[in-house]
């Protein structure tokens, strides 16, 4: 599975952004879908993610109700909408796919269900 992350850029304080996460090789149907960010000199961390088998999402609290995630199947695509964007949203953003990763990323071992990673998208939110 290549999964190809975009929509990153410059945005205001308040501003809202929509990354797409494209994957080739394979559907989204036996894999659970996430994004994951990395701000500067932090570590990844987990911020939502989205079940294969019945679209259960989960969110980490610093995004809860700022950030949605969403699949087009037709497109083999996953979204992450973020609105009301704040400076400590900046980070290099990555999805992430695998077959147990929403299990994992919904008990805090979010690493641990990671199957394929794509390259990052730059988010960076100027105050």
């Known amino acids: 599975v290549q999964l190809q992350a975009s929509g990153g850029g410059l945005v205001q304080v308040g501003g809202s952004l929509r990354l797409s996460c494209v994957a080739s090789g394979s559907t989204f149907d036996d894999y659970g879908i996430g994004w994951f960010r990395q701000a500067p000199g932090k570590e990844r961390v987990g911020v939502s993610c989205?079940?294969?088998?019945?679209?259960?999402?989960y969110y980490a609290d610093s995004v809860k109700g700022r950030f949605t995630i969403s699949t087009d199947n037709a497109k083999n695509t996953v979204y992450l909408q973020m609105d009301n964007l704040k400076p400590e949203d900046t980070a290099v953003y990555y999805c992430a796919a695998g077959v147990g990763l929403f299990l994992s990323i919904t008990i805090k071992i979010p690493f641990d269900g990671v199957d394929y990673w794509g390259k990052g998208t730059l988010v960076t939110v100027s105050s």
């Open positions: 989205i079940s294969s088998s019945d679209g259960t999402t």
